[in-house]
């Protein structure tokens, strides 16, 4: 176990102990919708117009298509170790992780064989990049939906794996996926990518 945890290139994922049951059970991971997640920027995400005036205004309807074809962009988001000098910061050893997202230290981490998950051919893969400022809004240029649509796709790393430094602890890896529906739940193949589970020895 330990030469192969040493040599994979793992992916961590915080949970509670609950949900680390169903999803094992499952052997797929649920991808979260934009609109539901914690950073306020990401879960806002309009267009740069209304960021100016609160409303679309009239004769910019276009635009409430492209925040539709933003929200369709489902994303689930791994730790991962980090190197940084002479540094190395492990991803399953992130205490602020811990108690965030796995039950205050009662829930777990789940690793994964970043090379065994199972993308689908237009999921969009990368690690998210830390800066000191996000844009409030979106800018679009296309006016059809058909153009927003590939604007969208074509510049989805600078609109989806950009985000505020006081992020930098998450040392994210984000798998991205557009559903083909706003409201459908998007899933993971995670069956045979899964390599152990870390629990808390204190708990």
Known sequence: MYFRFSEITKLYHFTSFDSASKIIQSGKLRFSK???LNDLIESNRVVWERSLQGDIPDGYE???YAEAEMRRYQQI???QDRVVGNCYYLGFDLHTMWGLYADRGY???MVFDKEKLILHPEDYAAEVKYVNLIPQGVMIHNKSER???SEIKRRREQ???YKRKEWEYEQ?????RRAKKLTDDEYLDISDALVCVI???DH
């Open 34 to 36: 934009s609109y539901c």
């Open 62 to 64: 276009y635009l409430q």
């Open 77 to 79: 988001s791994f730790s």
């Open 107 to 109: 829930g777990v981490c």
């Open 147 to 149: 153009g927003i649509k």
């Open 159 to 161: 609109i989806f794996y």
């Open 172 to 176: 994210e890896y984000r798998i991205l």
């Open 199 to 201: 629990i808390c020895k």
